[in-house]
T-cell receptor, first 112, second 114 residues
Framework: ETGVTQTPRHLVMGMTNKKSLKCEQHLGHNAMYWYKQSAKKPLELMFVYNFKEQTENNSVPSRFSPECPNSSHLFLHLHTLQPEDSALYLC???????????FGEGSRLTVL | TQLLEQSPQFLSIQEGENLTVYCNSSSVFSSLQWYRQEPGEGPVLLVTVVTGGEVKKLKRLTFQFGDARKDSSLHITAAQPGDTGLYLCAGAPRDSNSGYALNFGKGTSLLVTP
């Protein structure tokens, strides 16, 4: 496999469920990101990791919890989400911070 | 956050037509990137422009960075159905005090019909 891979591609969950999104990059990049894409809004940066260390957390609610065990893997743990959290969640990687982004195909999340 | 305004928001044209989409800001960026996103997929990088006034060509796509590095345009010549998608511009902050995150516009949704 090459590039950035996200699983699952689609997820439907209730507000009381706990689930996780997974991202894996095979590009040897040092920085990884989680973005949220909602209709009629710009891409919203959620979290940034550089060399496994979190460098930015853009005031994201605590019901979203990121985890970066190594430079190739990134998780987004989801707990007690709200319907307005339904969106496309995109993972991206880059060689270094503020460089060109390589996106995964996204995980489409629906919260009922 | 440095805002990027993209226009038009939606564009529907016929195959063979030319079009230009715009990305404007009141802020200066160190570089600006253009991405295309097809339905059900993640954005894919098309080009990065760095120097004020820079023009880059990618087949039928021409990208220009404004002299003041605050705006950019994308011109497509003889559009084809395969050009259909959401075109996103993203600016890299000028200094580290603004953080390292790219600032994205809302995008221009382009539909090219045969």
């Amino acid at each position: 496999e090459t590039g950035v891979t996200q699983t699952p591609r689609h997820l439907v969950m209730g507000m009381t469920n706990k689930k996780s999104l997974k991202c894996e990059q095979h590009l040897g990049h040092n920085a990884m990101y989680w973005y949220k894409q909602s209709a009629k809004k710009p891409l919203e940066l959620m979290f940034v990791y550089n060399f496994k260390e979190q460098t930015e957390n853009n005031s994201v609610p605590s019901r979203f919890s990121p985890e970066c065990p190594n430079s190739s893997h990134l998780f987004l743990h989801l707990h007690t989400l709200q319907p307005e959290d339904s969106a496309l969640y995109l993972c991206a990687s880059s060689p270094s911070l503020a460089w060109e982004l390589f996106f995964g195909e996204g995980s489409r999340l629906t919260v009922l | 956050t440095q805002l990027l305004e993209q226009s038009p928001q939606f564009l529907s044209i016929q195959e063979g037509e030319n079009l230009t989409v715009y990305c404007n800001s009141s802020s200066v960026f160190s570089s600006l990137q253009w991405y295309r996103q097809e339905p059900g997929e993640g954005p894919v990088l098309l080009v990065t422009v760095v120097t004020g006034g820079e023009v880059k060509k990618l087949k039928r796509l021409t990208f220009q960075f404004g002299d003041a590095r605050k705006d950019s345009s994308l011109h497509i010549t003889a559009a084809q159905p395969g050009d259909t998608g959401l075109y996103l511009c993203a600016g890299a902050p000028r200094d580290s005090n603004s953080g390292y995150a790219l600032n994205f516009g809302k995008g221009t949704s382009l539909l090219v019909t045969p």
